[in-house]
């Protein structure tokens, strides 16, 4: 979710309201996404490398999420949607961790849609985190190396238990992938938009929707 900091310059606006402003882009697309038929979206909401901010948009970053993101658990059960998170959210604040273990624990029979928010996440520390837990079984003896797999890597990441990442949509003209779902974006297709996050709106998310039906996807075959 890209471009807060210069849809607010753009308006002479400090970069907190255009945080605000993506906060409400979240609440637009979170009720358009299951409406156009998604079942899962993935919202990069701050990655492991967010920390190297100034302290001050850090804390206003985590204030938005304690105040506005779970203020919305209302919502999100009102569109039938489970909560899910991925990323090394366990170790932000105690506070925080616990209201986002709540709003995890009280979506978790939610059906039509699932909502995954990727906080403190890095595609590379969740890698580092698989192998961690990989090596620590084979130093259990509990597995030997020759038996780790691509299918037990899967099975040790943050996304152990979701579907196979279809589309991958970077907003605001930036063409990199910026540690995010390393191992899932395998083959994943790509959009890409000059669109900021703040005025990324349904109309935006189906014509990635669109884009993504016409692609042809061969996965290294023919
Ligand atoms: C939002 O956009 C990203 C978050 C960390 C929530 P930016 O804050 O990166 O906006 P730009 O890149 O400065 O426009
Ligand atoms: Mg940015």
Redesign the pocket.
């Known amino acids: ?9 753009a308006r002479h606006l400090p ?1 907190l309201a ?2 605000r402003a ?1 906060v409400e882009a979240v609440r637009r697309i979170v009720r358009a996404a299951p409406r156009l038929g998604i079942e899962t979206l993935t919202l ?4 492991s490398e ?1 920390w190297r ?1 100034p302290a001050e ?1 850090v804390s206003d ?1 985590m204030s938005l999420l304690r105040h506005h993101l779970l203020a919305e658990l209302d919502e999100l059960h009102a569109n039938g949607a489970r909560l899910s998170l991925i990323g090394d959210w366990r170790s932000l604040k105690p506070d925080v961790v616990e209201r986002l273990e709540a709003a995890v624990r009280s979506t978790a029979a939610n059906e039509r849609f699932r909502l995954v928010v990727a906080l403190n996440y890095g595609g590379q520390d969740e890698l580092t985190r698989a192998v961690q837990a990989i090596a620590g079984r084979a130093a259990a003896g509990e597995i030997a190396p020759a038996d780790i797999s691509p299918q037990m890597i899967e099975n040790s990441l943050d996304t152990a238990d979701l579907q196979p990442v279809d589309l991958i949509i970077r907003t ?1 003209g ?1 063409q990199r992938l910026s540690n995010f779902l390393l191992w899932q974006a395998a083959y994943a297709e790509m959009w890409f938009t000059p669109v ?2 703040p005025d990324f709106s349904e109309a935006t998310l189906r014509e990635a929707a669109e884009a993504f039906a016409g692609r042809e996807r061969r996965y290294g075959g023919r």
């Open positions: 979710m890209d471009g807060n900091g210069r849809w607010a310059k970069r255009g945080h993506g990069y909401a701050f990655s967010n901010r948009e970053l605001s930036e900021l996050w």
